[in-house]
């Protein structure tokens, strides 16, 4: 029983000493962006088989480290201002794909410090693809997951297809008849727009609006004859008009918007046709003509105004939302959907295998990795701007290694007295 006391002390010498180890990796990895603290997990040890039978009579031969239990509790979320990185709030993981010491295949991870490599490919700190839904050229999104890439090309310009215009037109105003040559003094109101054209230069419209009595308001579209194949520079041309009949109520009954065709000078497409959208009105199903352009009495203003074109862009960087949606951003103000992140989740997050630097692989314990979007079906959601901390506490680990030190200290005195007794018997023969 002496020697087994004996051994039992080392064994507790043993596994002290391991979770030791794992009390240091803790502390070690304290500022490890995303990494999740462990915790070891001691079993005790038979001196015989529990085929056998037990007995409460028989001691038990020591303690051993059984496991090290991985503690997936959510870490703080430090903001950083960097658009690339991105923090998982919730359950989940970021998936990459790649090698890592000669394995081939996806690993995930909850270090979201990505960036762009040469190649335009969205990666992490080790290189490693992240994976994701690409965007189809509509906006949808594919099917499956792969690498997801930035195109870091010019954005090619988009000619203007659409002017929509909210505006109150005053009933009161004294009824006026236009004058292409006198246009300030023959009009009620007016307002200016840029346009573009096929090839992404900026181009400016002149709306002019006209009292013509009985609620109808005329509207006549301008431009300067240097904008146009063939025109006059300084000299107004007239490329547009329609009308906006409204009711006793002010409200958009109907509205004659035949689409101006221009033909921008400077080798654009021609034939440009552009609508125009005042809102709409009451012979839309449903419509109230109250949501677009009115006729109250007060002074004529325009409350907003916007067209669907842009010039040419270059890429100047990334924008993640909460839904994990990756968009390319451009100097000309643009936002191109380029995919979104792909999130890991599992039947079990404490089977996953570490895999270092950050990363974690699926095993038979986990199960199989479930991807999809961020947000759905109970995944973390996407902080942009954003890493999460490493969810070990300081003070926990410190009060860990005084216990095992003591833990430490009381089993070698296990031993110590286990000597000290055996040394006692020897002694009897003397």
């Known amino acids: 029983m002496v020697l087994r006391a004996m051994y039992s002390g080392v064994s507790g010498l043993r596994a002290e000493g391991e979770a030791l180890g794992v009390v240091g990796d803790n502390i070690a990895n304290v500022n490890t962006v995303g990494f999740k603290a462990q915790r070891a997990v001691f079993q005790d040890v038979l001196g015989h088989s529990i085929l056998a039978g037990t007995s409460s009579a028989l001691p038990g031969s020591g303690v051993r480290m059984g496991d090290v239990q991985q503690l997936f509790t959510q870490g703080n979320l430090t903001n950083t201002g960097v658009s690339t990185d991105v923090a998982l709030n919730g359950d989940g993981f970021l998936v990459v794909g790649g090698t890592v010491d000669g394995i081939t295949g996806n690993f995930y991870t909850r270090a979201g410090q990505l960036t762009i490599d040469n190649g335009g490919v969205l990666v992490n700190q080790q290189g490693l693809s992240v ?24 954005l090619s310009p988009f000619a203007t297809t659409e002017i929509e215009v ?14 292409i040559l006198q246009p300030d003094t023959t009009s009620n109101f007016s307002t200016s727009i840029t346009v573009f054209d096929s090839l992404g230069t900026a181009r400016t419209l002149d709306v002019y609006f006209n009292n013509a009595g009985g609620n109808l308001y005329n509207y006549t579209v301008v431009a300067d004859g240097a904008e146009l194949a063939g025109g006059t520079p300084g000299t107004d041309t007239i490329v547009g008009t329609g009308s906006l009949q409204f009711t006793t109520d002010g409200a958009l009954d109907t509205a004659t918007t035949p689409p101006p065709s221009l033909n921008f000078a400077g080798g654009a497409t021609a034939n440009q046709e552009i609508d125009l959208n005042f809102g709409d009105d009451i012979t839309t199903d449903g419509a109230t003509g109250l949501g677009g352009t009115t006729q109250f009495a007060s002074e004529s203003a325009v409350s907003s105004q916007a067209q669907d074109g842009f010039a040419s862009g270059e890429f100047s960087g990334l924008a993640i939302d909460g839904t994990g949606l990756v968009q390319g951003l451009y100097t000309n103000g643009q936002k191109i959907a380029i995919g979104r992140l792909a999130v890991a989740k599992f039947r079990s997050n404490d089977g996953l295998g570490r895999a270092g630097q950050n990363l974690w692989i699926e095993t038979r314990e986990s199960g199989t990795a479930a991807l999809g979007a961020a947000g759905a079906g109970g995944r973390a959601s996407v902080s942009s701007g954003a890493l999460e901390s490493s969810n070990v506490d300081l003070g926990e680990e410190f009060v860990g290694l005084i216990q095992h030190q003591r833990s430490f200290s009381a089993n070698s005195k296990t031993i110590t007295t286990a000597d000290e007794m055996l040394q006692e018997l020897i002694n009897i023969k003397r």
């Open 166 to 179: 909210t505006a109150n037109l005053d009933p009161r105003a004294e009824i006026l008849t236009f004058d």
């Open 131 to 154: 994976q994701g839904y690409l965007a189809n050229a509509d906006g949808t999104l594919q099917a499956s997951i792969s690498d997801l890439r930035v195109p870091t090309a010019s």
